[in-house]
């Protein structure tokens, strides 16, 4: 049971123009999502996360767009470069009854690559 | 600030053998996750620690594998026997107090099972 989803695989883009990464959740009790980079050989790294009390969350190159009645969210960044090129998960999370660090479910990962 | 530390890097056994993973967290952190990640999927959360108690084990093949963090810093995760399909790379995270919401990943240990 994939609870949180991501569609596309893989994902080229040009240097310089926008990738747009996609994701899609079921469980509507998750509250927080983020989206988590991972170059091979390393572990992931958090990039940009949203509460589900908002709708849009930015920092610098990379934006995050929450559609809530969709259940859906995706990760905007703009201009491409090529250190861009990894693998992007989303990843969301629900508080658990009794600490306040939430369990992350993640999803499949999409590779970009961004071609110069 | 140091980042999180696992070993060993990579791994190779035969099934039915049994293996250990370690990792440290970064320094201060009370809570620590183990994760399981599959070759195309994404990363599963084993077994999650706050300081010295587990938190959440639900998805833990608990016939199988086994976890410890017995002073509330490092932690090992065992598997024995090993099956085939454990081949992954296992993913340790710390992450600080309560109200802090993002996790800091360890680099893995990559498993081959034979």
């Known amino acids: 049971d994939q609870q949180v989803k991501q569609n596309s695989p893989s994902l080229s883009v040009q240097e310089g123009r926008i990738s747009i990464l996609n994701c899609d959740y079921t469980n509507s009790m998750f509250d927080y999502f983020l989206w988590y980079k991972k170059y091979p050989a390393e572990g992931p790294t958090f990039l940009i996360s949203?509460?589900?009390?908002?709708d849009k969350n930015e920092d610098g190159r990379f934006t995050v767009f929450l559609n809530k009645s969709a259940k859906h969210l995706s990760l905007h960044i703009v201009p491409s470069q090529p250190g861009d090129s990894a693998v992007y998960f989303c990843?969301?999370?629900?508080?658990?009854?009794?600490?306040?660090?939430?369990?992350?479910?993640f999803g499949t990962g999409t590779r970009l690559t961004i071609i110069p | 600030e140091a980042g999180v530390a696992q070993s060993p890097r990579y791994k190779i056994i035969e099934k039915r053998q049994s293996v250990a993973f370690w990792c440290n967290p970064i320094s201060g952190h009370a809570t620590l996750y183990w994760y399981q990640q599959i070759l195309g999927q994404g990363p599963k959360l084993l077994i999650q620690?706050?300081?010295?108690?587990?938190?959440?084990d639900s998805q833990l093949p608990k016939d199988r594998f086994s976890a410890e963090r017995l002073k509330g810093v490092d932690s090992t995760l065992k598997i024995q026997p090993a099956k085939l399909e454990d081949s992954a790379v296992y993913l340790c995270?710390?992450?600080?107090?309560?109200?802090?919401?993002?996790?800091?990943f360890g680099p893995g240990t990559r498993l081959l099972v034979l």
């Open positions: 949203i509460s589900s009390i908002k």
């Open positions: 995270a710390s992450s600080g107090l309560a109200g802090v919401e993002t996790q800091y």
């Open positions: 620690f706050q300081n010295n108690g587990v938190v959440d």
């Open positions: 990843a969301a999370s629900f508080p658990l009854p009794n600490f306040g660090n939430e369990k992350l479910t």
